[in-house]
């Protein structure tokens, strides 16, 4: 394969990256048969315009019989 062929290729690949996820999440037996759980979770999106930061918190009740 001939060396220009693959510099032109590599110069269309962008080396960036698209988002970024945290995750945090803790979770607590509050009765023998009940869970109750607690989440959070950032993400960052890169976009051409302005950069959108999300934010995101689950709370989960679990019941088993």
């Known amino acids: ?11 269309q690949v962008k080396s ?7 995750f945090l999440g803790v979770g607590r037996k509050i009765l023998t048969t ?3 759980e607690v989440r959070y979770l ?7 315009s302005p950069d959108r930061m999300n934010h ?3 709370i989960n009740i679990t019941q088993s019989f």
Request: aromatic content about 16%; charged content about 5%; glycine content about 0%.
């Open 1 to 11: 394969m001939p060396l220009y062929y693959l510099q032109s290729f590599t110069t």
């Open 16 to 22: 960036s990256f698209d988002q970024n996820r945290l």
């Open 34 to 36: 009940t869970n109750l």
């Open 42 to 48: 950032n993400q960052y999106v890169a976009m051409s």
């Open 56 to 58: 995101v918190i689950a």
